[in-house]
């Protein structure tokens, strides 16, 4: 009886020997597992497998579709490319060559910017110089004209758009002018120009048919300024106006021109 106790015994004893090394292998598969699906997440079977598989697989795709297009395109370039020189010192001259040019180019370039600067800065206060000086002698000579009806010409350095003040120093636009007040501030600018730009060489003034629209007092003041005009520059007047042949100066009379019946026109 005892022995057969003792063998009960270490049957159970054996049995539970098994249910721990059970637990305990199944412990360490447990672990090896988690290990296997932490290193290789695609073996976890879940809801999310299949999806997630072909997600990354389209991923792969477009950037497999990609790097074969980026080659093809990179193969293209090496293609046009010249072919390298045998010897690459060729190479280094053509280099040393070109950075010489460039640096020459940038040189120029920048003498050009500054003397563009230059040119521009002088142009500007020449312009403001002169369009001072020629604002100032218009308006003595334009009021001359009109017997003071008008004066203080003003002359935009930028557009050369030309304003008078009237008697009520109101500044009027040349366009706005009529057309006899409009002739005698034209010809009050030729003679200034005259006068400002050639000061110091006797150039001629010519003048071909300017005082069509001035009555007799007009044309008085027109003839006592020629004549102050005339004492340092040449004066060429052509006209058609038989009343400037009472004037004092020298005139010459042209022969008249006859169309022939053909209608081209003669030189006899």
Known sequence: MQQARAALGDHQALDQERREIGEKTLDVLRLERRKIVEEHPFLDQDEQLEPRFAADRRRLEDERREL???ELELRRKLADLPPAPDDPRELEARVQELDEVTQRVAIERDA???????????RDEFVTIMT???????GELFG?????????VTIDPRSFEVTVAGVEKVA??????????????????RVAVVEIMAADRALPL??????????DRRLARVERLLERVGATHQIILLTHDARLSKWSFPCAR?????????GALSAD
């Open 68 to 70: 074969v297009e980026r």
């Open 112 to 122: 050009h910017r500054l003397a563009y600067t230059t040119l521009a800065t002088c």
């Open 132 to 138: 001072g000086r020629l604002e100032g002698r218009i």
């Open 144 to 152: 001359q004209l009109t017997d003071g009806r008008y004066g203080g």
């Open 172 to 189: 009027v636009p040349a366009a706005s002018l009529s057309r006899g007040a409009r002739d005698q501030l034209y010809f009050a600018m």
């Open 206 to 215: 010519i003048l071909d048919d300017p005082f069509l629209h001035f009555d």
């Open 254 to 262: 042209l022969p008249e021109l006859v169309a022939p019946t053909d």
